[in-house]
């Protein structure tokens, strides 16, 4: 019992299997029967600026254009097939309803081609899918519809990245083009315009407060269970259950870091070049993760104070730094003010000493099983018995978001700049209609982030979020630093420019660790500190730190990356940062100075922050792309081969200088645009 989930994600992996092998099968196999038109005498590319204008997502009334090829005289007709697409979860399944059907009209040729076209414009903000209904010369018929290309994210199914589609025989499985339409007034915060965040668990970022620290035999872990303290800071391996050093629990061990630490650590976090602080869960709450919130309107006990957290606002505007906070308002923790499980609380709380408390001003937040045996099944969970489902009544939505000193109005009149939501896909939609509605209302500037692991883009048509934590773009950048395929990398990359508002693009949390995933190093291949393949997993972190510091989004440091910890999944993840003052001895404190290098070079190139993006042709090692303003253009060119590789910039242009050189060694080859880039090197370059 009260087995608090070490990973969250572990969750969404137990319920997707079954639901998406079912999805597919059909689908697949209706996918399979040739085409009675040919594939080879068709053409439309989302991503093609001669198919589709504007290009990706477009505010609500604008006018698209979309262009269809078709060899000449080989299809009667083509007929655009417009849906609007209802996502359901965490995007298990989705429906699709007819919103309707524009015929494409016949509009010359060129190079032996028909060319077929239809201008509309839509008028809903919301996600709406697409495709084309053919019918050929001699009444056969077809669709060409979305390409079904998986991109690989852990506990999520994501297929079909836009860009060129397929043609299938029928219309019965159909993969439709996602066509994003956004409120015209979807604006975001202008502070979020540069952001560079910088991620904490603050449990193991640093304990800047000794005398605040858990204490073993007093600070209780659900009922009466111990909790486990780690006396030794700089031990790099969090318990677990079964290793020899923990009890039977997991997340009831604590390290003692706090807000104190953080505090202590606002220069180094500025230096950094970051700007934005996001910070895991701090309100009061028994685990050491503190997603099973006790009290929402108090900073956890072992975290420090309100005046610690008042502290740690003021002293971070004075640094330029902004913060974000995180909870849930999915579930709360069995052990809480609101369900006082086990009666420690003076609130009259809903399942008070393990009974049905219908008197609870919280009843109604909960959803009861009153024929249930034991209280462990009395009351709807979220992964397990520790983790309240929370209901979206009224008095809930007033107490968490509504009321001036609702939850998330309460800590951003206390001057946070923004919320991370847990588990977003969990709550519905409408849900987040009105959170939004309520937050902006009253705090315009704040700012929204997801945790949707899939293509977010119906959060983001301008009633819900803002930004998501961007895992798509970590499967993206591992993939390609660990030497993967540069085509699948851009395919993923590309459906999220095309699919995600611009607005948007330029604000999404580009991480590539968080304290759900194991750390970079890890995916790369570094599993252990001390392994011989440390220098070699360096350069290729770096590779991926530079596609976050040169690519449009935010780029987000989880704490430690920038010293080369590692960790795999949960709790590995982790770690306790280092800190040589502590007695660290397992950083690579010399990476510090890459991370920073390359926040300089961003802010030195405004291009970088907000410049448009093209995705340059590199080769099967070299990921390449330009980023341009009115002002400059600047190459970016990346090799995750083994070898030295050589990349031309801009069909042999010369006069290019060279701002940042990843391995130190690339060498250009004379004045024709020709650069080597060595092993697992990246070449950042800027036209005179
Ligand atoms: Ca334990
Ligand atoms: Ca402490
Ligand atoms: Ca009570």
Redesign the pocket.
Known sequence: MCLIPINISKFWLLILPAVLAALNCKGQDERKRPPAIDPGWVYFNSRDGYCKTPFGAVPAGATINMRFLAKEGSLQSVALQVVKTTIFGNNQSAAHANYGSFPMEKQGLTNGQDIFEASFALNDPCLYGYYFKLTGAVGETGSYCNNTTAVQVPNVQIRGTGGLGELIASDKAVAYYTLTVYDPGLQMPAWTQDMVIYCIFPDRFKNGNKSNDPVVGVRKFYGAKN??FHTNWCDPEP???GDGK????????FYGGDLDGIIQKLDYIRDLGANVIYINPIFQAPSNHKYDTQDYLTIDEGFGTLDTFKNLVAESKKRGLRIILDTSLNHCGSDSIYMDRYGKYHSNGAFENEKINTNSPYAEWFEWNRNARTPDRMYSQWANPTLAKLREVDSYKNFAYRGKNSVMKYWLSLGIAGWRMDVTPWKSDDFWRDWRKELKKDYPDCLTIAEAWFDASKYFTGDMYDSTMNYIFRAAALNFARGGSVSSTTEALEMLRENYPKPVFHVLMNLVSSHDVPRALFELGYKKYGATNYIEMRKRLLLCFALQFTYPGAPAIYYGDEVGMTGGADPMNRGPYPWKEDGGNYGDFSLIDSVKKLSRLRRENPALIAGDLRMLPGDKNILAYERMDGKSRIVVAMNNAHEPKTFRADNGRPGWKILADGAGDSVSTGDNGDFIIQPAGYLVLKAN
């Open positions: 909790i486990e318990y677990v259950p923990s009890d039977s629990e997991y997340c009831n061990d």
